[in-house]
């Protein structure tokens, strides 16, 4: 019934699935998610997987790849099941994403980046390019700006070492100040405003959005 094109008509099997827990129907569902003509049936098929624990990374890792966006969407929120381990393979095929032009992907990238280990090298970077190329989105600054815990000053640096110029990227660079500043640790406000006060390390449009940023965040 994955197939019907009655959304109640899918959603219910997918919930019974789940609930009878009979583990007969995973090939069938792996099957689904890896070749149905529908988009919408690979979606399901994934998220019943999910719901059956029985989703793979190479399910997840195909999917990132799907034509549909809110498939790959859905294959970046599944990836977050191995990016608590900074060295899974799955982390290297989500940080391909960086450059999917849908919306929908983006976004939900921008939040999952924050699932990933600070420790992990390909986080901080991961962070910057979405914050560069969608600084005027709200919605993915405030995803991005939710799992920086703490790396916001890591992530500014990036994006100040850069040499792109854009709108994007001056909203970033604002929001990234303001929010260091309202994070209120002493170290970090003064590294913030010697940034700002320093017009041999940054562009005066850098300069201009750090110091907007820091009076917004005051």
Same mark, same amino acid.
């Given at each position: ?85 900074? *060295?899974h393979p799955?982390? #290297?095929? %989500? &940080?391909? @994403?960086?450059? $999917?032009?849908?919306?929908? /992907?983006?976004?939900? !990238? ?12 390909? *986080?901080?970077?991961?962070? #910057?390019? %979405? &914050?560069? @190329?969608?600084? $005027?989105?709200?919605?993915? /600054?405030?995803?991005? !700006? ?22 994007? @990227? ?28 320093d017009p ?8 201009y959005a ?9």
């Amino acid at each position: 019934a994955l197939p019907q094109p009655n959304g109640w008509c899918r959603d219910t099997p997918q919930h019974l699935l789940v609930q009878r827990g009979d583990r007969a129907a995973i090939p069938m569902l792996k099957s689904r998610a890896a070749t149905a003509p529908d988009w919408r049936t690979r979606l399901h098929a994934l998220w019943t997987l999910d719901g059956f624990d029985a989703i793979e990374p190479a399910d997840v890792t195909r999917a990132l790849a799907d034509q549909s966006r809110d498939v790959r969407a859905s294959a970046v929120r599944l990836s977050e099941r191995w990016l608590g381990d900074p *060295k899974h393979p799955i982390q #290297a095929e %989500v &940080l391909k @994403r960086l450059d $999917d032009k849908d919306w929908p /992907v983006r976004r939900q !990238l921008a939040a999952t980046l924050g699932t990933i280990p600070a420790s992990a090298p390909g *986080k901080a970077p991961g962070l #910057a390019t %979405v &914050l560069e @190329r969608h600084g $005027d989105d709200p919605i993915t /600054v405030d995803a991005a !700006l939710s799992g920086l815990s703490g790396g916001e000053q890591t992530v500014l640096q990036r994006l100040l070492a850069s040499e792109t110029a854009s709108p994007q @990227r001056t909203a970033a660079i604002t929001m990234l100040a303001a929010t260091i500043v309202r994070g209120g640790q002493d170290a970090r406000v003064q590294n913030v405003f010697q940034t700002t006060a320093d017009p041999k390390r940054r562009t005066l449009a850098a300069s201009y959005a750090i110091g907007a940023g820091a009076v917004s965040g005051i």
